[in-house]
């Protein structure tokens, strides 16, 4: 069982900028594809930004540009740098592991970020 523990999340200006961290318990986190989701109250999870075991990256179009998802599997950590926020960007973000061969996806508890002035 892997555990994500994510932080970062905060209050910030519109324009302004957070990285977010996700650091997991297990000792193969460097074959996971990992992948930053969020999602707003009535609404469903919407898939932000993703990073596979290789580092290819990938982004949602209302984020690319501004998101920049990375990896340090010696620190066993996700991370999401954001700038340019905007309130849209509002949101609780969760991080993800995922590999289909060892059926594994797992979740963290999710970090809320507030863009807002």
């Known amino acids: 069982q892997e555990q994500l523990v994510e932080s970062g999340g905060g209050l910030v200006q519109p324009g302004g900028s957070l990285r977010l961290s996700c650091v997991a318990s297990?000792?193969?986190?460097?074959?996971?594809?990992m992948k930053w989701y969020r999602q707003v109250p009535g609404k469903q999870r919407e898939l932000v930004a993703t990073i596979t075991a290789g580092g290819n990256t990938d982004y949602a179009d209302y984020v690319s540009g501004r998101f920049t998802i990375s990896r340090d599997n010696a620190a066993k950590t996700v991370y999401l740098q954001m700038n340019s926020l905007k309130p849209e960007d509002t949101a609780v973000y969760y991080c993800?592991?995922?590999?289909?061969?060892?059926?594994?996806?797992?979740w963290g508890q999710g970090t809320q970020v507030t863009v807002s002035s």
């Open positions: 993800n592991a995922y590999h289909s061969m060892i059926s594994a996806n797992y």
């Open positions: 297990g000792s193969i986190f460097s074959i996971y594809i």
